[in-house]
């Protein structure tokens, strides 16, 4: 079946711009996570939703990142006025109800120029 | 909080030779421990898992034993394969957390 997906899988924007990072989990998965890698460095939790809810939000940086899940399916994850700092690797993961295992997509790589 | 160490690398071997990896963590609670691998150009995937103290998580050929005594998930394998090189991470859940902690991986490099 399909994994998990992510779009775009490449994204250069400038300093000071809006970016949209979007993920498909796989169908049927309630829980759905955000991550980010920065180059060298394991990935970083940001955000997990169970269904159209965030449970936990606690590792967003600050409120330039916000994240959406409507329908309890796809979410967008974005970041107003992007600064270079915010260049990583956006990692999505999903899974069913009971948290594991997760299932990871192949990340947005976002570059901030 | 909640972390995870692991060995520095980039760890290199040549092939059949034997593979161990260390990870250590900090944790409150009953945490569940896990190893992801991420093959060049691949997405993060599952290696092995394991949820309480002294369950043996195994996949592939790889091993690793939770040691809640000495808070370590160490990963092994009898017999690397070039196919092995990739990054390994070792990473955490605690009770009624649903994210994941993880170290800061571990390169392997496995030449024929």
């Known amino acids: 079946g399909a994994g998990v997906s992510q779009t775009p899988s490449n994204k250069v924007t400038e300093k000071g711009k809006y970016v949209e990072l979007r993920c498909d989990p796989i169908?049927?998965?309630?829980?759905l996570y955000w991550y980010r890698q920065s180059l060298g460095q394991g990935p970083e939790f940001l955000i997990y939703?169970?269904?159209?809810?965030?449970?936990?939000d606690s590792g967003l940086p600050n409120d330039r990142f916000f994240a959406v899940r409507p329908e309890g399916s796809v979410s967008t994850l974005k970041i107003q006025r992007t600064e270079r700092g915010d260049s990583a690797v956006y990692l999505c993961?999903?899974?069913?109800?009971?948290?594991?295992?997760?299932?990871f997509g192949p990340g947005t790589r976002l570059t901030v120029t | 909080g909640n972390s995870v160490t692991q060995m520095e690398g980039p760890v290199t071997l040549s092939e059949e030779a034997f593979l161990t990896i260390n990870c250590t963590y900090t944790?409150?609670?009953?945490?569940?421990l896990f190893w992801y691998v991420q093959y060049p150009g691949e997405g993060l995937q599952l290696l092995l898992k394991?949820?309480?103290?002294?369950d043996k998580g195994s996949n592939k050929g790889f091993e690793a034993t939770y040691r809640k005594e000495t808070t370590s998930f160490h990963l092994e394998k009898g017999s690397v394969q070039v196919s092995d090189s990739a990054v390994y991470f070792c990473?955490?859940?605690?009770?009624?957390?649903?994210?994941?902690?993880f170290g800061t991986g571990t390169r392997l490099l496995v030449s024929p």
């Open positions: 944790a409150t609670g009953y945490p569940s």
């Open positions: 939703f169970q269904g159209t809810g965030a449970a936990d």
């Open positions: 169908s049927g998965h309630t829980a």
């Open positions: 394991a949820t309480k103290a002294d």
């Open positions: 993961a999903s899974s069913t109800e009971q948290g594991h295992p997760q299932y």
């Open positions: 990473a955490l859940t605690n009770t009624g957390f649903q994210k994941l902690v």
